[in-house]
């Protein structure tokens, strides 16, 4: 780390220089840079925009937090589960609503439960938005993403995806094998086993699941009606 003038702290972070500047340290002699963001110190949510060499003072929406390696002009606000609010930092006071812990985030949602992971809100606004997940993924409260089942907690992964993988088998080397199966009337969708854990994954654009090999195929080659 190195200082510079006007306290401007300069992190290193996947090859973007990561800036900040003390809270309240907003005049335009702290831009120095014509276009860019300064994070400002000891906050989840605020940072100045410069534009110009002109300094503003700035604090993203409720539930959303800085994003420190974002590039002026894009837009540097995001939800927690793309930008990182670090250990001694805090983000501004909540404004919660009835249905919304903050006016913008992901949350567990009232319908879920431990046999139908994957609903969850989105909160616009103070407003909440009923969603659910991609099919075979469920919603991880922890991370505000939706998740493979069986690594949150809340859900019961075997009674939400319906099916239950046989006993793990291992090659010589202790490896267990990847095993395959195949869904009642769907061409594309099958379940995967590894070491007794299910996921449901999707064949790619082009390709369907042959039963016959358990992987999935060029689509021409399989004989498939979805049902």
């Avoid at 990561?18 to 809270?23: H, K, L, M, N, R």
């Avoid at 335009?28 to 989840?44: A, H, L, M, R």
């Avoid at 199966?181 to 999707?202: D, K, N, P, T």
Wanted: glycine share 6%; charged share 20%; proline share 5%.
């Amino acid at each position: 780390m190195c200082r510079l003038h006007h306290d401007v702290f300069f992190y290193r972070k996947n090859k973007f220089a990561v800036q900040e500047i003390p809270y309240g340290a907003v005049g335009d002699e702290v831009c120095q840079e014509y276009n860019t963001y300064y994070k400002i110190q000891g906050s989840c949510d605020s940072y100045v925009e410069c534009n110009a060499y002109k300094a503003t003072y700035k604090t993203c929406p409720d539930g959303l937090y800085f994003m420190r390696d974002v590039q002026w002009p894009t837009y540097p606000c995001a939800y927690p589960s793309d930008a990182q609010c670090e250990y001694n930092d805090q983000p501004q006071r909540a404004v919660s609503s009835a249905e919304c812990k903050t006016q913008y985030g992901f949350f567990a949602s009232p319908l879920a439960t431990r046999s139908d992971c994957g609903k969850y809100r989105m909160c616009v606004e103070g407003k909440a938005f009923e969603m659910e997940c991609a099919m075979g993924l469920a919603f991880n409260p922890e991370t505000g993403r939706c998740d493979w089942p069986d690594l949150v907690p809340s859900c019961s992964a075997e009674e939400f995806l319906g099916f239950k993988c046989p006993p793990a088998t291992y090659d010589e080397f202790g490896k267990a094998y990847v095993v395959n199966f195949s869904i009642q009337g769907s061409c594309h969708y099958f379940f995967s086993c590894m070491e007794g854990v299910a996921r449901l994954l999707v064949c790619d654009r082009g390709f369907a699941f042959d039963a016959s090999v358990n992987r999935c195929v060029d689509a021409t080659k399989v004989q498939c009606q979805e049902g």
